[in-house]
T-cell receptor
Framework: DSGVTQTPKHLITATGQRVTLRCSPR?????VYWYQQSLDQGLQFLIQYYNGEERAKGNILERFSAQQFPDLHSELNLSSLELGDSALYFC????WGGGETQYFGPGTRLLVL | AQSVTQPDIHITVSEGASLELRCNYS??????LFWYVQSPGQGLQLLLK??????LVQGIKGFEAEFKRSQSSFNLRKPSVHWSDAAEYFCAVAGDYGGSQGNLIFGKGTKLSVKP
């Protein structure tokens, strides 16, 4: 158990819909990262937050957004969903976000029908 | 741009045999390197990491990796594979997006199968 929790574990929805994925980092970690794992793209970095502020953006679509709240949990919002958004979405956390070890949650598997 | 290459998509070894998974990275500065393992339906578990110092690093479950700057490689090794090692293995380098060396850039992964 990494100490990072993600909810829900599974999500099935329809094209055009909007979903919210939630992540709670390990106790004491200030930085949260979101990654997407798909068969064709592999594991890709989406976005990073540190202590409530956006720190870095990767290959995140404009239809996707995220935020980190004062209690340090984070949410990833996916809107206008397309079939190709079906993937495993991981959250990871680290102490300060400068390249040190990241601990991954179990992931949320999203299926868009 | 930073990148990680894992040349082997799938490797099969016999139980008890030795294992080496290859990883090559492209990064301008001193890299932070990681190996993660993902079992079916599971998240990613850190096996080991290299930040600096001794180029041979020990990890969990009997794994080790050697950082070779001249070859831009960080290969993962295990002297004797167990059936429970069957999983997918990912090499990663801490990238540099917007000046923050925090996010990870992953290779495509190597799937390990273990024959009894």
């Amino acid at each position: 158990d990494s100490g990072v929790t993600q909810t829900p574990k599974h999500l099935i929805t329809a094209t055009g819909q909007r979903v919210t994925l939630r992540c709670s980092p390990r106790s004491g970690d200030l930085s949260v990262y979101w990654y997407q794992q798909s068969l064709d793209q592999g594991l890709q970095f989406l976005i990073q937050y540190y202590n409530g502020e956006e720190r870095a953006k990767g290959n995140i679509l404009e239809r996707f957004s995220a935020q980190q709240f004062p209690d340090l949990h984070s949410e990833l919002n996916l809107s206008s969903l397309e079939l190709g958004d079906s993937a495993l979405y991981f959250c990871a956390s680290s102490v300060w976000g400068g390249g040190e070890t990241q601990y991954f949650g179990p992931g949320t598997r999203l299926l868009v029908l | 741009a930073q990148s990680v290459t894992q040349p082997d998509i799938h490797i099969t070894v016999s139980e008890g045999a030795s294992l080496e998974l290859r990883c090559n990275y492209s990064y301008g500065a001193t890299p932070y390197l990681f190996w993660y393992v993902q079992s079916p339906g599971q998240g990613l578990q850190l096996l080991l990491k290299y930040f600096s110092g001794d180029t041979l690093v020990q990890g969990i479950k009997g794994f080790e990796a050697e950082f070779k700057r001249s070859q831009s490689s960080f290969n993962l090794r295990k002297p004797s594979v167990h059936w429970s090692d069957a999983a997918e293995y990912f090499c990663a380098v801490a990238g540099d997006y917007g000046g923050s060396q925090g996010n990870l850039i992953f290779g495509k992964g190597t799937k390990l199968s273990v024959k009894p």
